[in-house]
C-alpha cells in the first residue's frame, strides 16, 4: 500500500490492496507462532515471524523487496517482480 499509495495515489492503493485480497489469503498469529519465530535462525524477529507464518500458512512465497532478510527462511523469498513474472506465466 506504501509503495502504490506513494507513487499512484492513496485511491489506487487501496483499490490494488482490494482486488490482492480477492487472490490472497490472511495468515494468523498464535502463540505458539511466535514461540515458533524464536526458534528460527533469524536476527530480526519481525522477519521469523512472517517466515513462521508463511510455513503454517502453506504458502510457496515470502514476497518482499529485502530477500536476503529471509535467505534463512523454510519458504522462498522472491521479490515483487519475481511474483509478477510469475503470476503472468
Not at 511466535?34 to 521469523?48: G, K, P, Y
Not at 507464518?53 to 522472491?78: E, H, K, Q
Request: hydrophobic share 45%; charged share 25%; glycine share 4%.
Amino acid at each position: 500500500h506504501y509503495l502504490i499509495s506513494k507513487f499512484a495515489g492513496k485511491e489506487k492503493a487501496n483499490e490494488v490492496i482490494d482486488r490482492m485480497l480477492l487472490h490472497f489469503g490472511i495468515a494468523t498469529e498464535t502463540r505458539e507462532l511466535f514461540l515458533q519465530s524464536r526458534m528460527l535462525n533469524f536476527t530480526d524477529f519481525e522477519d521469523a515471524v512472517v517466515s513462521a507464518l508463511a510455513v503454517n500458512a502453506g504458502c510457496d512465497y515470502i514476497v518482499t523487496r529485502n530477500v536476503n532478510d529471509f535467505r534463512n527462511s523454510p519458504v522462498r523469498a522472491i521479490t515483487p517482480t519475481d511474483l509478477l513474472i510469475i503470476l503472468s506465466e
